[in-house]
């Protein structure tokens, strides 16, 4: 019997939201609404040139929230290697590379033994075929979702990002590894936008698909009362773990 994929106990830890906003400010008020309801914080790249960055990460860890880097790097071997390698040092949770094969292999080697779970992203999930397309790849966009979650896998990530949609159940079958982290962005509350997402899905679908966390930005941080309407996914995505126990 396969192990079971090493997922935290409570499942509004599998939550992750994205701080897309523009200011420091904006995203200092929202991590304090959010608090006791979500603790798992996307930074990217809306903050990550903004003055005050670097205090309000120092923060965010010292208060114990999980922090998701989404720095998505992209560059020469020994660049990542050494951004990895600082990541690491700050005491994040999850960072994101792209899914060459050079930059996740080199990738992990910066991370070493700490504790930091390297990601790799498939596909963006703004991209469909025609986008694709544009870019020059000649694959569909199921056929590169799979190639690379394979190359993740060999190179040593942690983890992928895919789409709901890209049924992650069949992306660890098809990487021939079963302890394959997949967080989902591109997921929407059934009635709410897709937005600039071409593969959402719901929390309750993507959680049956086997997605172990989720990522959700503008349904929460653009809510009324984001606290609320977080909690309202997490209870979402209890019920449907409850029918969906990771094997």
């Not at 200092?28 to 903050?47: C, I, N, Y």
């Amino acid at each position: 019997m396969t192990a079971p994929r090493n997922l935290p106990q409570k499942i509004e830890d599998r939550l992750i939201v994205a701080l897309d906003v523009p200011s420091i400010r904006e995203a200092r008020e929202l991590a304090a609404r959010l608090d006791g309801v979500a603790g798992f914080l996307k930074l990217g790249l809306w903050l990550l040139f903004a003055e005050g960055f670097d205090g309000l990460l120092a923060e965010l860890l010292r208060q114990g929230k999980k922090i998701f880097l989404d720095a998505k790097m992209f560059d020469i071997g020994e660049t990542v290697k050494e951004g990895v390698r600082r990541a690491a040092e700050r005491g994040v949770s999850f960072l994101t590379v792209h899914g060459d094969g050079e930059i996740m292999k080199r990738a992990c080697e910066g991370r070493a033994d700490s504790g930091l779970k390297i990601f790799a992203i498939t596909v963006l999930t703004s991209l469909g075929e025609e986008g694709l397309e544009d870019l020059g790849s000649q694959a569909s966009v199921a056929e590169l979702v799979r190639r690379r979650a394979r190359l993740a896998a060999l190179c040593g990530c942690d983890g992928i990002i895919a789409a709901p949609r890209d049924n992650p159940d069949e992306l660890r079958r098809l990487a021939g590894s079963p302890q394959l982290l997949v967080a989902t962005p591109g997921v929407r509350p059934a009635g709410t936008r897709s937005d600039d997402h071409k593969r959402a899905a719901t929390p309750a679908e993507a959680i049956a698909a086997g997605a172990d966390y989720l990522i959700v930005g503008r349904p929460i941080i653009r809510s009324a009362d984001p606290a609320q309407a977080a909690a309202r996914i997490i209870e979402e995505m209890r019920r449907a773990a409850e029918g969906n126990a990771p094997q």
